[in-house]
């Protein structure tokens, strides 16, 4: 995750930092769209079939 591109990033066990993020997500729709939008970009360039049949053909080369 990417704070502010992709998503909220907040410190572990921090439940008012929590639902402060989570209230910003909930009052600005751009940012929301913007980030879902983004998370989704990275996704679909993270965990396309061409990556993964190259990181399968980098895994066998590697073993051979």
């Avoid at 939008?37 to 066998?60: E, P, W």
Wanted: glycine share 8%.
């Amino acid at each position: 995750i990417e704070n502010e591109v992709n998503g909220l990033l907040v410190e572990s066990e921090n439940a008012v930092a929590l639902a402060g993020a989570i209230e910003t997500l909930v009052r600005d729709e751009n940012k929301r769209k913007k980030m879902g939008d983004a998370g989704l970009k990275r996704v679909h360039k993270t965990f396309s079939h061409a990556n993964g049949i190259r990181q399968l053909v980098t895994l066998f080369d590697q073993t051979a």
